[in-house]
């Protein structure tokens, strides 16, 4: 054994996937440390408390955790139950981390600013394997470890508001009236909604749960108004598969919006691209282009910038990373979640061989991994996890042993070509595909509002998207 051996391996970020990660490097004895930038398990989940995921708790649980958790005697939920944030962090996440073999092993409060490799920057090659990763907190501590394994996600880096990747001139100066994902529109944050006028940007899931609370509310205070905006020419992506839905609640949260928006109480704008903003009388002015190119004004009192989020890859910019430059994955990755070509379910089993950079021994995962892809579920993340502890621990034939079963619906998909015609999504006939396993859960896979009431819903009115769920 090598003194790099007995060195512990780093988790960045105690999220679903950095805890699984912890939960899997104790079942290999393999010594780790997991640090939360957060004062809490679940930090970023936690802002999200009020949301309701779409599938139930049998598919939240990684299996490692799930070991460990039934070792100590933990009474699982009711595994058919839909939870919301709330209930992963409080019944699942925050027992996980108390758990002894966990939270000797978890430092909260503990913000990593930078990762290199001890004495040697990017450009230092001889020795480079040998060399511990040094890892720099925000407070000046420094920390050796064997291997970095990042599952700090992408909350914290949200998608600006502006078309072409850049923010929209006046999104600085007009930050106070701008919201980004998931507001709680129904609770805490209703007094910023109620009888005004909100502009929801964004085809997402986030966008969706948001849209339905603010129908909600309008229903409910007069003077409310509710604006949709999308840059593609139809919404058939965010109404989703509907009925084929392989999450039954997924595919309802779709059809209800396509109700509201049929029935004129969401006010849907297509083929439109945020070009300035201007704070004007204590509101907006938001000035929007069009497909054609013509500009219209609107104002509003509030934006919900529902646009996504992206990787900050900033804290490893000594090391030697191998980044797609269109994706922000990895290259073996990227074409594999590619969201021009692929939705949720349909992206293939991945592990440790496509999360790997020229830097032996750091792996970013869960929805870091994923770059700019909106197509992570957390399935996918605790799959990835299982693999990259086994190369670690150096099971390799357990490593390479992925296995992956989605649900197969198309809602994640990007591509703009046209789906609407037959029984097929995205080239699967969702009648005769069977309902697979997959988590759709953070903002990516998409998070259900609560409450929401799984109704039999009314056939789409003629001219509709009619399971089309592929196009954008």
Known sequence: MTVLDELPVVVIGAGPVGLAAAAHLHERGLPFLLLEAGDTAGAAVRQWSHVRVFSPWRYNIDPAARRLLDKSGWVAPDLDALPTGAELTGDYLQPLAELPQLKPHLRYSA????????????????????????????????????????????????????????????????????????????????????????????????????????????????????????????????????????????????????????????????????????PTGGRVAVVVRHADAGEEPIVVDRIIAATGFRPDHSIASELRLDLDPIMGATRALAPLIDPNEHSCGTVPPHGVDELAHPEPGYYAVGMKSYGRAPTFLMATGYEQVRSVVAALAGDWDAARDVQLDLPETGVCNSNPAESTGGDSCCGTTAATEPASRGLATGIAGGLLSTPLNLVTLNAAPSGGQNGGCCAS
């Open 111 to 278: 913000r990593v600013e930078a990762i290199s490799r001890l004495g040697l920057d990017r450009l230092r090659t001889a020795g480079r394997e040998h060399a511990p990763f040094l890892i720099r907190l925000a407070d000046g501590e420094e920390i050796l470890a064997r291997a970095v394994i990042d599952a700090s996600g992408t909350w914290g880096t949200p998608n600006v508001l502006g078309a072409s990747g850049l923010p929209a001139r006046g999104e600085t100066e007009a930050a106070s009236f701008l919201e980004h994902a998931l507001p709680d529109v129904l609770g805490v944050d209703r007094d910023r909604f109620a009888g005004r006028h909100t502009l929801v940007v964004g085809a997402g899931h986030s966008a969706a749960n948001t849209l339905l609370s603010l129908a909600d509310l309008a229903a409910a205070t007069p003077g409310t108004e509710v604006t949709w905006a999308i840059r593609s020419a139809s919404p058939a992506r965010t109404y989703g598969g509907g009925d084929a839905d392989a999450l039954p609640a997924r595919g309802a949260l779709g059809s209800r919006l396509r109700e509201h928006v049929d029935a004129g109480r969401i006010r849907l704008l297509t083929g439109f691209s945020v070009q300035t903003l201007t």
